[in-house]
């Protein structure tokens, strides 16, 4: 009977073993889900302050776009991400701007893909800004969004260069003759209830010396 106890014993001890372990698993599981979520606390404050930043950014360049761009916010637990799509006879150009965790939670991931179709010039397709969450980099942050945005309408007028100056109202300077777009003026000079518009600030003092004018 002495043996049978013994193994009755055995047996029992791996039993409890098995529970024990299942607890220990429980408690960390436990442990890791309430760190999770206090991680996640900390991530929302800062995702908010990402957005905060990003928002007035992306509303000027959809606002400068106009009817030449489709915007569509996408939003999940921890994800915020806008796409802006532009459509013409010569390209189709998907850009994106999102904002997630890291895999740890511990950086704040602010990602922008950029896509053109086709494929005939060069540019950055995919970058990433990664702070922590709980010391974020703002104005890194800024400048990396606005060198970004900035990035891009530079490619996109120059896929669109020709549109641009073959749909653009022309003037002249008086001082040097010279015609050019007008939103490539580099000064203009109200007077006598005319806006002239100069290549630069040298013809525009020349003719404010010519009319009389006094400038600042």
């Known amino acids: 009977m002495s043996d049978v106890n013994e193994l009755v014993n055995r047996i029992e001890g791996a039993f409890t073993s098995v529970r024990e372990k299942l607890k220990q698993q429980q408690q960390e599981q436990v442990h890791a889900h309430l760190d999770r979520q206090r991680l996640l606390k900390q991530y ?9 930043i990003a ?8 606002e400068r776009a106009g009817k030449r761009v489709k915007v ?4 999940s637990q921890t994800r915020r991400k806008a796409t802006f799509e ?15 965790p890291d895999l740890p939670i511990k950086n704040v991931v602010v990602a922008s893909d950029l896509t053109v179709v086709p494929v005939l010039w060069k540019f950055d397709s995919y970058a990433e800004f990664v702070t922590p969450i709980d010391a974020t980099d703002e104005a890194g942050l800024t400048r990396w969004l606005d060198d970004r945005i900035v990035g891009f309408v530079e490619l996109y007028i120059q896929i669109h ?10 003037v ?7 015609k050019f777009p007008r939103f490539a003026a580099g000064a203009t000079l109200d007077h006598g209830g005319t806006t002239y518009f100069f290549i630069d600030d040298t013809t525009r003092a020349e003719f ?4 009389g004018i006094a400038t600042a």
């Open 86 to 100: 532009f459509r013409s006879n010569k390209v189709l150009i998907t850009l994106s701007f999102e904002v997630s």
């Open 72 to 75: 569509t916010p996408e939003v």
């Open 172 to 178: 002249e300077d008086p001082v040097a003759g010279v």
């Open 208 to 211: 404010a010396r010519q009319k």
């Open 161 to 170: 260069e020709g549109e641009f100056f073959d749909k653009a109202e022309y």
């Open 44 to 52: 929302e404050k800062a995702q908010a302050r990402v957005v905060e």
């Open 55 to 62: 928002r007035p950014r992306l509303q000027a360049l959809a």
